[in-house]
């Protein structure tokens, strides 16, 4: 169930929720082959936010890969 926002560019597996005023943060500008994506059965609570987690993981990813 979705009540938050989903940006785009941004995968939700499935049985996932994303609360009530939650948000999830798009494809970064200028790296548009980067897809953001969120597991199934996950759970996002209400007025979460799912950004600032995310552009660490990526900046993380392509230093070590």
């Known amino acids: 169930m979705v009540e938050g926002r ?3 560019g941004v ?3 499935a049985n996932s929720d994303l ?3 939650s948000s999830t943060m798009g494809t ?3 790296g ?3 897809k953001i ?3 199934e059965n ?3 609570g209400a007025n979460s936010d799912w950004a ?3 552009v660490i993981i990526v900046l993380l990813r392509q230093v070590f890969i």
């Open 42 to 44: 996950c759970l996002l």
């Open 6 to 8: 989903i940006s785009s």
């Open 19 to 21: 609360g009530g005023g």
């Open 37 to 39: 994506s969120i597991g």
């Open 11 to 13: 995968i939700v597996g």
């Open 28 to 30: 970064l500008s200028g």
């Open 52 to 54: 600032f987690h995310l």
């Open 32 to 34: 548009n082959d980067i």
